[in-house]
């Protein structure tokens, strides 16, 4: 307890909270995201001693939260706000695993958030570039929680995929459950379970690209909140402009090889562990040249976007999601030949002189 000596009356303020603000954050659903920000702020403007103490006593209010709420949802399922508390992390599996899962995901996926906030705090004080800032901001927080659950799933003997494989299918099923009762015809049901199957299959086989793509995004949403809104600890300024970033050329035979071996797997090798390799691969890399064509989009923006034309874009992109993002990976590609902002064309200009 010693850590929480001498804290002055305005830091047990701050510190009271930053604990609460974090805990919110976590519960909040969309905003989850963001939950690594407070906790690494506070542990750069008040020292790592008010860091560490910080994260302990989220972390017990996490688990006391939890405690409570699990008997209520497993005793009052008709409650009308029961569907909001199953978009807390964990609480979807209250029904299919028990209250032990709910409380070991929810506890996990703290932790990650938890580490994350470390890790910032820890490479806000580097002047790394953008690749290795986000390697270690992406693989720290991820490869310590994969350890934990390595070692929870020898020693309780279960395997992650297929758990989540039954976890999709019980999903699945009450989904068709509610088609029927809409009034879908037999046929219809009997598609929609035979096409979800194979969706199932999909997700299971690209689970690490989907894991690795989603802790990826997180920490961009982290660092582009912390450079835009808190700054000053969190502004990472080394970065310099991140409208002009892009990937290294290479990165295109990771793309190429991908979908060469991915096509001819298909049509002649037909090898799972094959599939199972370069369609992970394929994703992450389509995954990183996303970020390229945003960063491509947000350098016109800020070049020439008025605001009615900033609001506009972001409406087409949300309201057309699923093609603007083909439109802006498809950016991010052929920026390698097009050269979309002249980046390539301004650095030859700088060489020769």
Not at 149 to 164: H, M, Q, R
Not at 260 to 280: D, E, I, M, Q, R
Request: aromatic share 16%.
């Amino acid at each position: 307890m010693s850590i929480f000596l001498n804290f002055s009356k305005l830091q047990s303020r701050f510190f009271v909270f930053i604990c609460l603000l974090t805990i919110l954050l976590f519960l909040s659903g969309f905003f989850i995201i963001v939950t690594a920000l407070p906790l690494a702020y506070a542990t750069l403007k008040e020292g790592r001693r008010f860091g560490i103490g910080a994260t302990l006593i989220s972390f017990l209010i996490l688990i006391l939260l939890y405690k409570g709420l699990i008997p209520i949802l497993g005793g009052h399922a008709q409650l009308q706000w029961l569907p909001l508390l199953l978009s807390l992390p964990g609480f979807g599996l209250l029904e299919i695993y028990g209250p032990s899962a709910v409380l070991g995901v929810g506890i996990l996926c703290f932790i990650y958030y938890l580490v994350l906030s470390w890790a910032m705090v820890v490479a806000a004080g580097q002047r790394w570039s953008v690749e290795k800032t986000y390697l270690f901001l992406t693989a720290g927080p991820l490869l310590f929680c994969v350890g934990i659950v390595i070692l929870f799933s020898g020693a309780y003997g279960f395997d992650i995929f297929v758990e989540t494989q039954k976890y999709l299918l019980y999903i699945q099923d009450k989904l068709v459950n509610l088609d029927q009762k809409s009034g879908l015809s037999g046929d219809e049901l009997v598609f929609l379970k035979q096409f979800g199957q194979e969706m199932i299959h999909h997700v299971v086989i690209l689970l690490p690209v989907i894991i690795l793509n989603m802790t990826l995004f997180i920490v961009w949403c982290n660092l582009f909140v912390a450079r835009r809104w808190i700054k000053g600890l969190l502004a990472f300024e080394n970065f310099g402009d991140l409208t002009c970033w892009q990937l290294k050329d290479q990165w295109i035979w990771a793309l190429i090889g991908s979908l060469g071996l991915l096509f001819a797997n298909a049509y002649f090798l037909k090898f799972p562990t094959v599939t199972f390799l370069a369609s992970n691969v394929l994703f992450f890399v389509l995954f990183l040249y996303f970020f390229q064509g945003l960063s491509i989009v947000a350098y016109y923006l800020k070049k020439r976007g008025s605001l009615l034309l900033k609001v506009s874009l972001y409406l087409v992109i949300f309201i057309f999601f699923q093609l603007s993002i083909v439109v802006i990976i498809v950016m991010g590609v052929f920026d390698l030949w097009v050269d979309f902002r002249k980046l390539r064309r301004i650095q030859t200009v700088k060489e020769k002189v």
